[in-house]
């Protein structure tokens, strides 16, 4: 896809996309890129549908994608916000599946995408109004669960070539752990690296558990730090337990931040070994994960006020 930038007579910036892939812009309108857009929030005053050809079930075929435009740090950025609809049938009732791409950042709806049931996205949006927008981290991803007709089937991606969605049916007496709000959370069993000691997430059961996936190098990871211990000193131990799981780290940072900031709870190394970043699907940071005490996720992505809000609710409810 080509787009051309460039600042006008006021000097205004703004874009040209060849919307029709005819590699001519004088039959194109310009758009005034946005400053704080974003990628996961398309809006149609810089968005333009554009044509483009690809090979499907052996043909190459015509087809037009919307094209969003808005200024990065490092200039003009693109992105695809991605949507289609699936259709599941049992018996005599067709449910329709809600498709998006991740990010909408691809086209081909890889590396992963986030899919919902349509009926379920009704009650979300009630949910969300103030937006009318629905939070991707809600939706099932690849490799995570989603319920038709009172059966859990895994959603294993996208078959690109037949335009199929993957769905594998569960057995109803499997155990199934997700990172999914009322799934049982993956279980772990690891050193901690203050002390040394075996660390384990089924130690906890009967009390909360907080998981905070965090790095001495991520700036929006240390300014949570400050509602985190604020959180920690409004809780009783006896109630929830904090636990860090540190991502593309190194012991030695930690350990002197630990120690500077008199952090009071345990801290976990995540690597290749105990694969704790993508059991958990952590794909930025932070990113929180609030475990009830009989092992289930209850909330995901606490941040901010909301975490000393939200855990001196679940203390009362504990007692």
């Given amino acids: 896809m080509y787009v051309a930038t460039g600042l006008d007579e006021a000097g205004k910036r703004l874009v040209l996309i060849d919307t029709n892939n005819n590699l001519d812009f004088t039959d194109e309108q310009p758009i005034e890129p946005l400053s704080r ?17 690809r090979y499907l079930q052996r043909e190459v075929v015509k087809a037009t994608a919307n094209l969003s435009v808005w200024l990065g740090g490092d200039g003009i950025m693109c992105t695809f916000p991605s949507y289609a609809l ?5 018996g005599n009732r067709t449910d329709s599946i809600a498709v998006v791409s991740a990010g909408f950042t691809h086209l081909a709806f890889q590396p992963s995408t986030s899919i919902n049931l349509t009926d379920s996205l009704a009650v979300k949006q009630i949910a969300f109004s103030s937006t009318n927008k629905i939070p991707t981290r809600l939706m099932s991803k690849q490799g995570e669960y989603i319920t038709i007709d009172k059966v859990v089937y895994q959603y ?9 969605i993957q769905l594998k049916k ?12 009322d799934y ?10 203050i002390s040394g000691q075996t660390l384990s997430l089924t130690d906890y059961r009967g009390k909360y558990v907080l998981l905070d996936f965090w790095g001495t190098w991520c700036a929006p990871c240390l300014a949570e730090m400050r509602y985190l211990k604020e959180a920690y000193t409004k809780t009783s131990r006896d109630d929830i337990e904090f636990i860090g799981v540190v991502g593309d780290d190194t012991p030695e940072r930690v350990r002197a931040y630990v120690a500077r900031e008199q952090i009071g709870w345990p801290q976990l190394m995540a690597d290749a070994g105990n694969k704790l970043l993508s059991t958990y699907q952590v794909r930025s940071f932070p990113r929180t994960v609030v475990i009830d005490p009989a092992g289930r996720v209850l909330f995901t992505d606490v941040a901010g006020h909301n975490i000393v809000t939200l855990l001196s609710q679940l203390r009362v409810k504990a007692k």
């Fill in 156 to 164: 294993t991606g996208i078959d690109l070539a037949r335009q199929v």
């Fill in 86 to 90: 699936a259709f599941f049938t049992t």
């Fill in 170 to 181: 569960m057995p109803s007496d499997e155990t199934l752990y997700s990172t999914q709000k």
């Fill in 184 to 193: 049982l959370a993956p279980v772990f069993t690891d050193t901690e690296l």
């Fill in 37 to 53: 857009a974003t990628h996961s929030q398309p809006l149609p005053s810089n968005t333009r549908p554009v044509q483009y050809e």
